[in-house]
């Protein structure tokens, strides 16, 4: 699977990752305790396996990260749909819940 990474300073940069479930945060471990960059997204294909992850620099909102996604056609060029993965269902940017 590929892993992309939207703003920060690695934007735009890619990288391979083993296949199956990608972590929620990368690095997993910085050593500081907090995490440079969390999943937003993963690329799901038609037989359920995972094309994409997507991860997010803390300080930008969903918002701009889906539109980011759109505007560098990750769903056309991994042939796999953008979703949220279900760990990450009714959780913002910044790791709160939305109510």
């Known amino acids: 699977m590929r892993a ?3 703003g ?3 934007d ?6 083993d296949e199956g479930r990608p972590p929620v945060h990368y690095p997993e471990n910085t050593g500081a305790g907090q995490p440079r960059y969390r999943l937003q997204y993963v690329g799901e294909r038609d037989d359920g396996s ?11 909102a969903d918002d701009e990260i889906a539109r ?6 990750y769903a056309r060029r991994f042939d796999a749909q953008p979703i949220k993965p279900p760990e990450l269902a ?3 940017h910044d790791g709160g819940t939305v109510h």
């Open 4 to 6: 992309m990474f939207v």
């Open 8 to 10: 920060g300073v690695i």
């Open 12 to 17: 735009n940069k890619e990288m391979d990752m």
């Open 50 to 60: 995972i094309g994409f992850a997507v991860y997010g620099a803390p300080e930008l």
């Open 68 to 73: 980011v996604i759109e505007e560098r056609a």
């Open 90 to 92: 009714g959780v913002d």
